[in-house]
Nanobody
């Protein structure tokens, strides 16, 4: 049974940093593209960051480019999101996503709140 479990969310002040982690199990992690999405209250879910199966290609949403960094460790079945220079508008539930040509898995989400 495929499972994605996010961790690392919490409350942080503007300008601060957080590191989200996503632990994968129940599927062949290295064969999946991994993404982070977020969903703010009253808004549509948006892609935050994307990393290819071997980690050589990364892409970011316009609002997070230059501040967020996605990475993965295929040996540990994990993907991370380093978030720096956080802003109040980064407040959202952050979701880990694993996708290939056949399957699409989601985690349960972790809340990130940026507030003073």
């Amino acid at each position: 049974q495929a499972q994605l479990v996010e961790s690392g969310g919490g409350l942080v002040q503007p300008g601060g940093s957080l590191r989200l982690s996503c632990a994968a199990s129940g599927f062949t992690f290295s064969t999946y593209t991994m993404r982070w999405y977020r969903e703010a209250s009253g808004k549509e879910r948006e892609m935050v960051a994307h990393i290819s199966r071997d980690g050589t290609f990364r892409n970011y949403g316009d609002s997070t480019k230059g501040r967020f960094t996605i990475s993965r460790d295929n040996a540990k079945n994990a993907v991370n999101l380093q978030m720096n220079s956080l802003k109040p508008e980064d407040t959202a539930v952050y979701y880990c996503n694993a996708i290939n040509s056949r399957y699409n898995y989601w985690g349960q989400g972790t809340q990130v709140t940026v507030s003073s």
